[in-house]
């Protein structure tokens, strides 16, 4: 079965410089590969996402992440942190062929100093 | 669309009362995940639903929690009798089966719903 693994719990940035959050993955077939943020008391809302087609994918609010299928990574960068931006984040890897299950990596949460 | 819609949106209640979760899925969407997070656990499936039919419910912590989906547009997460562990914030999501008609052809992200904050005392 798939899993993620995100490699740190928190993450702490000035505002205005670059933020990487990092993700490794396990998949026995091509996975799909997805972040979502959650801001405070928010639900989940999808940054970005990666089915198959270009590697690097850019999503909302400036964020992209690149596949790196040897590296089994999945890193999320944004080349200026915001103080928006303070949320927690998660990794998540679905498998089609595995009936569409979704496992999420266990969150990164983001502080933002000014 | 209006989203994924649950209610109640906060339901506090007492140790031993049946609680009731609802949730009303994207139309058209015919995937249905039920999730809990807690600061202790993060966040975990609970069951997911394919076409109405119950697919994997192994992260169902036990007896107490069931959950159904009558048809393509609710489903309910019942927990009885419910303890103060149980509490939490339970989201729904819902997403299409890749490989179907429409706009969703291709795509399976989840979209979750604002979540319901469970308290039980």
């Known amino acids: 079965a798939q899993s993620v693994t995100q490699l740190d719990s928190h993450v702490s940035v000035s505002e205005g410089t670059p933020v990487l959050l990092r993700c490794n993955y396990s998949s026995s077939y091509s996975p799909s590969l997805f972040w979502y943020v959650q801001h405070p008391n928010k639900g989940l809302q999808l940054l970005l996402k990666?089915?198959?087609?270009?590697?690097l994918v850019k999503g909302i609010n400036g964020f992209e992440a690149e596949f790196k299928k040897s590296e089994t990574s999945f890193h999320l960068t944004k080349p200026s942190a915001h103080m928006s931006d303070a949320a927690e984040y998660f990794c998540?890897?679905?498998?089609?062929?595995?009936?569409?299950?979704?496992?999420f990596g266990a969150g990164t949460r983001l502080t933002v100093k000014p | 669309d209006a989203g994924v819609i649950q209610s109640p949106r906060h339901e506090v209640t007492e140790m031993g009362q049946e609680v009731t979760l609802r949730c009303k899925p994207i139309?058209?969407?015919?995937?249905l995940f039920w999730y809990r997070q807690t600061m202790m656990r993060g966040l975990e499936l609970l069951i997911y639903f394919n076409n109405n039919v119950p697919i994997d419910d192994s992260g169902m912590p036990e007896d107490r929690f069931s959950a159904k989906m009558p048809n393509a547009s609710f489903s309910t997460l019942k927990i009885q009798p419910s303890e103060p562990r149980d509490s939490a914030v339970y989201f729904c999501?819902?997403?299409?089966?890749?490989?179907?008609?429409?706009?969703?052809?291709?795509?399976?992200?989840?979209?979750f719903g604002p979540g319901t904050r469970l308290t039980v005392l």
């Open positions: 999501a819902s997403s299409a089966i890749p490989g179907t008609s429409g706009p969703f052809l291709g795509y399976n992200e989840q979209f």
């Open positions: 139309s058209g969407h015919n995937s």
């Open positions: 990666y089915t198959s087609a270009a590697t």
């Open positions: 998540v890897v679905s498998e089609k062929e595995n009936n569409n299950d979704m496992r």
